[in-house]
């Protein structure tokens, strides 16, 4: 080893420490968080909406501002609810239960399928308002004249941060911690005195509140008062956004971990109420005014500051504050890059969309993973321009969707199980609550909003609904033709020829390297295959096959050895099978987190164990291919082959003709 790749290796050690084994029990303990540090690494994204929600709930006000005192209220007492009633959420689906698993379980497919949808576009929009609100924080601090470069200098974010996520970028929770703890200290410290000093003047500002409304009813009608607050309520339900983060993101939790769980739900609840409620109350409390230029917490913490402190410190203050929003903002559009390709991955499982989705860590599929997302969040930038406003429109309907949607199932479960869970009525009632608030402003946004830009968020998810139905209903007709393979050759007798014993192992003897997945069809098809094309050739037969343990799997030790257990056993049913063929048969698998890593790595051993060896693959061969079966099938076979023919080892496809009629499926 040269001396430059010693220090290299050295230096990445220690920066980075030695590389995790994923099959290290102590690993998952190690990588797992506690409340704390779960609160800094998965309250990032709700936090940040307060750098838009609360001035959005204000603004809709208009003359009548003076209703933000129970707004504030009305704003908190949500933020509780909907974190309470995901705790229940939390303790239903110990494993993590995101709104596309929940609405799946618990309301079926279809209605599933309805959520993932929403949630893909929502992390969609997750990256392009969090970078329009970025820019919009740093823009208030800057000189006007620059402010007609805002919209490209939040283009180039976006894609700064795709070149970050291609080259694997991901968020540290130790990276985070300065970062969050800034933004919390300083909005602490800006609010507190936005609202101390003023704080004699509540009592005075709830007894105005209470005459001017009734004022209102009177003047305006109820039913017109009541528009005015529901409206305000509904923009400002941007502020509500993020919660779901703990109930998606429960794998990575300390054990126990739905009392972790839990308690970050309850710190990220706190934050979040104080941090969108206490900002809509200073608004109220110093009368902040919207300025041209400027976002309303700009002109808020301008105002605080500049009574405490000389001009020169209060305009640090103002852009150390607003560059902790912007900040965090930036990491919570990270979340749309990261969440957005793990609900893909859940999503392609079920067929909904291509099953190479399924595989997080083929480096492929992350980066078409990215494209797609930032992309699209580019589209979405620039279709509004960056204006935020309209942003929180189209965000807060699927936001809110996937909410009303888990409520729903939730409040289904537990009024199927009322005769076998004691506690269901309070848990009913608490899903039930938390059902309305989401509903209501979920209904309220998309009627009040729809001409207004929502249409576009109903529209982009509807069509890629569409196309969510397209894929399926195209594996059906594949699975279908498929199914009767597997019952025409997983079915063979086993009848081993007991005049010819199996050969013993000859390592230096034509061996054949059958890669498999699971024990089904395609691979008996293609030891068939093998058989039929080079008779009496090969003495060795070696099945490989890859566990892969990415973020759905990583859930613990016990999963890991389930799946170990699961791959051990198909491949003991190929060696019986190869031997009653007459060969000899050995097995070798790996468990990891890069499927195409893996595969060479093993590909690679067998092929010094046996020299002689030849490689073999099925895959699937349409009577018309088009860009749809090229998209949905083959992407592991062709890959490999291209990777190990470059390290000149010899591999074969074999083909598995799958008629377009349905009425049969052959070989060729």
Known sequence: MSVKKRWSLSLKGILLGKPKDPLDPRVFHQISLIAFLAWVGLGADGL??????????????????????????????????????????????????????VATKLLGSKVGLVSGSALIVDYMLTITISVASAGDQIFSFLPASIHGAKLAIEFLLIFFLIYLNLRGTKESVLFLLPIFLL???????????????????????????????????????????????LHAYSLGGGTYTGIEAVSNGLQALREPRVETGKRTMLYMAASLAFTASGLLLCYLLNQVSPEPGKTLNASL?????????????????????????????????????????????????????????????????????????????????????????????????????????????MCRHWWEVRRQQGSWLRKLLLNGLGLMLTATILM?????????????????????????????????????????????????????????PVPAKDAAAPTAVVITRDFDG????????????????????????????DSGRFKGLSEIENLRHSKEEDLKSF????????????YRYALGIDLMTELEKLCSSVAREFPRSVFFAGKLVFQQENFLTRLLHNHTPHTLQQRLEFEGLEMMVLPIRVFASGDQTGAS
């Open 48 to 101: 940040s909406s307060s750098a838009y929600g609360p001035e959005e709930a204000y603004l809709a006000l208009g003359e009548h501002f003076f209703l933000a005192l129970p707004l504030a209220i009305l704003m908190a007492i949500t933020v509780f609810v909907i974190s309470a009633s995901y705790s229940q959420i939390i303790e239903l689906f110990p494993t993590g239960g995101g709104g596309y698993l």
């Open 183 to 229: 933004f919390v200290l300083a909005h602490l410290f800006a609010i507190s005195l936005g609202v101390v000093p003023n704080a004699a003047d509540v009592p005075v500002l709830a007894s105005t509140t209470y005459q001017k409304t009734i004022g209102d009813i009177q003047g305006l009608g109820l039913w017109a008062t009541l528009f005015i607050v």
């Open 301 to 409: 913490f301008a105002k605080v500051y500049g009574s405490f402190f000389s001009t020169d410190s209060a305009y640090i203050l103002v852009v150390v504050t607003l560059v902790t929003e912007a900040a965090i903002l930036l990491v919570a559009a990270q979340a749309g890059f990261i969440d957005g390709p793990r609900v893909l991955s859940n999503m392609a499982i079920d067929s909904w969309v291509p099953h190479r989705f399924s595989h997080l860590s083929d480096k492929l599929v992350t980066q078409y993973g990215v494209w797609f997302m930032g992309l699209a969040s580019l589209g979405f930038l620039l279709y509004t321009g960056g204006d935020v406003r309209l942003l929180v429109v189209m965000y807060s309907i699927n936001v809110f969707l996937t909410f009303t949607l888990s409520q729903l199932g």
């Open 444 to 500: 309220v946004t998309v009627i009040i909003k729809f001409a207004e830009g929502g249409w576009v968020t109903v529209l982009v998810t509807s069509g890629f609904i569409f196309l969510c139905y397209a894929v399926r209903s195209h594996y059906d007709q594949v699975q279908g033709a498929l199914r009767r393979l597997d019952e025409t050759l997983i079915n063979i007798p086993f009848q081993p020829d007991l005049k010819t």
């Open 522 to 549: 395609i691979g008996i098809h293609s030891l068939l295959s093998i058989s039929r094309l080079f008779p009496n050739h090969f003495n060795n037969v070696v099945f490989v096959s890859v566990g892969v343990i």
């Open 575 to 586: 060696v019986d099978f190869a031997n009653c063929l007459g060969w000899h048969a050995e």
